[in-house]
């Protein structure tokens, strides 16, 4: 059996729903959108990627090469009949480009509240090491 479920919120909210859907939509591949950003603080490139409800021990995959990053994560159902869920399920990734002087030897990500921080070394160079 079907359930439409008419949730009443803010006077936006459907504006954000109505903007935030087609753009999830035409996303290639099967994945879920995960908010992320980016910076550089000293010699280390940051990318902070938000991932809630997840083990990172068994749900994360982290991988690096030529000059790609690549986030994946699966959230599984935890078995609790919900009457309704704004959640997002399964496996779900991005890809994003390394600056040029990435150093992919030197990658650390930890876990916390949530949020995936990995910080990649970058050498003084201006080039990718090989």
Do not use: C
């Amino acid at each position: 059996m079907s359930m439409q479920m008419h949730l009443v919120r803010g006077p936006l909210a459907g504006v954000y729903d109505w903007l935030e859907w087609p753009l999830m939509a035409m996303r290639p591949g099967t994945g879920h959108l995960m908010r992320a950003e980016d910076y550089h603080e000293g010699d280390q490139y940051v990318l902070r990627v938000e991932i809630p409800g997840v083990d990172p021990e068994k749900d994360i995959d982290l991988t690096a090469a030529d000059g790609v990053l690549t986030v994946k994560a699966d959230r599984r159902k935890d078995g609790e009949r919900r009457h309704h869920s704004e959640f997002q399920y399964g496996h779900f990734g991005l890809s994003f480009a390394l600056p040029a002087n990435a150093d992919e030897s030197r990658i650390m990500a930890v876990y916390s509240h949530g949020v995936l921080q990995i910080s990649v070394g970058l050498s003084s160079s201006g080039t990718t090491p090989n």
